[in-house]
């Protein structure tokens, strides 16, 4: 009982100092490194589980602490660490779903996951996870969400993801958002660069739905020309002197001359 009273006080700290809107992140990163090893004391966490009542409480403190890693990383911006303690969580979810009550963060979490794999482009993951998820839970809004996001994806109607960051269900989305919406405004742009010689700024700024301040900083990203209150979007194509044709027939019919001449 000493080892879990530890492990409860380490994730209380860590709870609390981690669900602050000003989070010390230096010292949420050490209790969350103190707890983690703490846990490694627990006898009745994975692979062997005695359902007792002291196991089920050491379960539920793993799957808590695991599921407020995971929230932690998205406040640091850490997609890399999300999904491994996502991967974590969702263990205790599947191996532990008849031993531990629901969790009210389990469909937050898969939701955000989902909503990772759609903007690190990996639509092929996001079906196996969603495959993964019981049909019955389909009906949340934290899974109808991201399943409606993708639907916009391949429907390349970007500009509805811009309208989908407003739409979010839980704040956790709202990191992963931003990273589609960042990658919706690069296919827009390249789709204004491919149908637009010039634009006025104001209209660049419409169709990617960005301030004027978000404008300036949007476009020293691409290398577009402003003039006169105009972007200018045509790229004058120049040619090297071996590019141009007269030049290239002009040294091939050369080199076919020496070559017929040295057969001869």
């Known amino acids: 009982m000493a080892a879990v009273q530890k492990v409860v006080d380490l994730f209380q700290q860590f709870k609390e100092e981690s669900l602050k809107p000003n989070h010390n992140s230096e010292r949420c990163q050490k209790l969350l490194a103190n707890l983690k090893v703490s846990l490694l004391e627990f006898e009745s966490l994975p692979p062997i ?36 303690h996502c991967i974590q969580a969702k263990m205790y979810y599947t191996d532990f779903d ?23 482009n990996r ?29 916009v994806l391949m429907e390349g109607a970007y500009n509805k993801i811009l309208s989908a960051q407003a739409e979010v269900p839980a704040e956790s989305y709202l990191f992963f958002m931003s990273m589609l919406v960042d990658m919706a405004r690069g296919e827009i742009a390249d789709c204004i ?6 634009l006025a700024i104001e209209d660049v700024a419409q169709l ?31 040619l090297s002197k071996e590019d141009l044709p007269s030049v290239r027939l002009i040294t091939e019919s050369i080199a076919w001359a020496k070559e017929l001449e040295r057969i001869v």
């Open 98 to 120: 008849s031993v531990l009550p629901a969790s009210q963060r389990r469909l937050p979490l898969l939701g955000a996951n989902l909503l990772r794999l759609l903007a690190q």
């Open 208 to 238: 990617l739905r960005l301030s004027a301040a978000e404008t300036e900083e949007f476009l020293k990203t691409k290398e577009w020309e402003v003039r006169n209150g105009e972007v200018i979007l045509a790229k004058e194509e120049t």
């Open 49 to 84: 589980v005695d359902p007792t009542k002291v196991s089920q409480q050491e379960l539920l403190l793993a799957r808590e602490t695991f599921e407020l890693a995971a929230l932690f990383s998205i406040k640091e911006k850490d997609a890399e660490s999300f999904e491994k």
């Open 123 to 151: 639509i092929a993951d996001f079906h196996m996870e969603l495959a993964l998820i019981p049909e019955s839970d389909h009906e949340s809004v934290f899974i109808k969400h991201p399943i409606a996001v993708e639907q």
């Open 193 to 198: 660069e491919e149908a637009y010689e010039k």
